[in-house]
T-cell receptor
Framework: AQSVTQLDSHVSVSEGTPVLLRCNYSSSYSPSLFWYVQHPNKGLQLLLKYTSAATLVKGINGFEAEFKKSETSFHLTKPSAHMSDAAEYFCVVSDLNNFNKFYFGSGTKLNVKP | SAVISQKPSRDICQRGTSLTIQCQVDSQVTMMFWYRQQPGQSLTLIATANQGSEATYESGFVIDKFPISRPNLTFSTLTVSNMSPEDSSIYLC????????????FGPGTRLTVL
């Protein structure tokens, strides 16, 4: 069975400081992992994805995530937060053996203080 | 990527009625999915819309409540039947191209309020 745990429901950082959003996954097979962002009253936007290539994945807007199989983690980071990063972030797991179904984590709301 | 539109973008409905949500894609896609996002919650997969055959529902979702059609490779509908206030949610469709690519693009969502 697949599942995703986002360890923090809310994260608050100051503008210009690093961002860390944590995600742990469970999957019976080689997973694909994704981070999506949802701004208030906006649609879901793909930030980055891991599909068994390089373990360090770079995405849009300066975000990156590292796949660590031994820790079953896929944490999202950004060196310097911007006010426009304030949004909700979802970690997602999927695998080819489960018909590409997406399983979403509970989400992390990122607040960026000026 | 793809341009995905949903109609309506929002609606307010009375309990006991039904609403059909449309999802239109600007190119042919292999996979289409429907999700529900309840207020303040994450997204939950309702079903996979299969072209030319019955949809595949996830545990907790049934065809009588959420009938789905997919007549071709660019269009699908989700009906929320006999609505109650608990059905107030955002309903999103997503699309994908092939299993190997394994990426989904999401529509803007339909915000449904049931009174």
């Amino acid at each position: 069975a697949q599942s995703v745990t986002q360890l923090d429901s809310h994260v608050s950082v100051s503008e210009g400081t690093p961002v860390l959003l944590r995600c742990n996954y469970s999957s019976s097979y080689s997973p694909s992992l994704f981070w999506y962002v949802q701004h208030p009253n906006k649609g879901l936007q793909l930030l980055l994805k891991y599909t068994s290539a390089a373990t360090l994945v770079k995405g849009i807007n300066g975000f990156e995530a590292e796949f660590k199989k031994s820790e079953t983690s896929f944490h999202l980071t950004k060196p310097s937060a911007h006010m426009s990063d304030a949004a909700e972030y979802f970690c997602v797991v999927s695998d080819l053996n489960n018909f590409n179904k997406f399983y979403f984590g509970s989400g992390t709301k990122l607040n960026v203080k000026p | 990527s793809a341009v995905i539109s949903q109609k309506p973008s929002r609606d307010i409905c009375q309990r006991g009625t039904s609403l059909t949500i449309q999802c239109q894609v600007d190119s042919q896609v292999t996979m289409m999915f429907w999700y529900r996002q309840q207020p303040g919650q994450s997204l939950t997969l309702i079903a996979t819309a299969n072209q030319g055959s019955e949809a595949t529902y996830e545990s907790g979702f049934v065809i009588d409540k959420f009938p789905i059609s997919r007549p071709n490779l660019t269009f699908s509908t989700l009906t929320v039947s006999n609505m109650s206030p608990e059905d107030s949610s955002i309903y999103l469709c997503s699309v994908g191209w092939d299993r190997a690519y394994n990426e989904q693009f999401f529509g803007p969502g339909t915000r449904l309020t049931v009174l």
